[in-house]
């Protein structure tokens, strides 16, 4: 079945920079759209998500925004501290889709 | 709330050796998914119930592999005979509903070697 495709595979930045990681599907169906973040020896735990009558939704230092229209949504991180160093990951439009490879950002302090 | 609890956090067996991967989802939750992660297949679902029936379970690899639901509180997943290729960390998550919509809660995964 399709996966979502999730770009970049790995990113690194200095610690206070911003990072955004990008996530493209293709089903048209899709409305609900959550970022999971993993960090070393533990599940992925859910971040920030988004429905599709939303364009963009913040909390914090984190936001997620969705272009329905290109089918692409994206994770921002600004002021970015060591602790958001993990491994990010978009989840697919429907359950029987595997994840995408995810991205492993780096913060370098 | 103590969240998915999964057990034993660690498995190694020998080849050929049954094993027993356990999950107790969040208490209310309705759905449990039963996943596995490898570095070269990623984050891939393998079985998910709702309200303890199995509903989906084409992403099991093989008839070696099988899951129960016996009651709302508890699920396993069985491996037998395993095979070094099951080698992964296998994680268990529950929602509040199949439905897309609702996000889902992992435990911390049961990493399994086979030897």
Known sequence: GENVEQHPSTLSVQEGDSAVIKCTYSDSASNYFPWYKQELGKGPQLIIDIRSNVGEKKDQRIAVTLNKTAK??????????PEDSAVYFCAPPRRSMRFGAGTRLTVKP | ?????????????????????????ISGHNSLFW???????????????????????????????????PN?????????????????????????????????HFGNGTRLTVT
């Open chain 1, 72 to 81: 692409h949504f994206s994770l921002h991180i600004t002021e970015t501290q």
């Open chain 2, 72 to 104: 709302a509180s508890f699920s396993t997943l069985k491996i037998q005979p395993s095979e070094p290729r099951d080698s992964a960390v296998y994680f268990c998550a529950s929602s509040l509903s199949t439905g897309w919509d609702s996000p889902l």
């Open chain 2, 1 to 25: 709330d103590a969240g998915v609890i999964q057990s034993p956090r660690h498995e190694v067996t020998e080849m050929g050796q049954e094993v027993t991967l356990r999950c107790k989802p």
């Open chain 2, 35 to 69: 996943y596995r992660q490898t570095m070269m297949r990623g984050l891939e679902l393998l079985i998910y119930f709702n309200n303890n029936v199995p509903i989906d379970d084409s992403g099991m690899p093989e008839d070696r592999f099988s899951a129960k639901m």
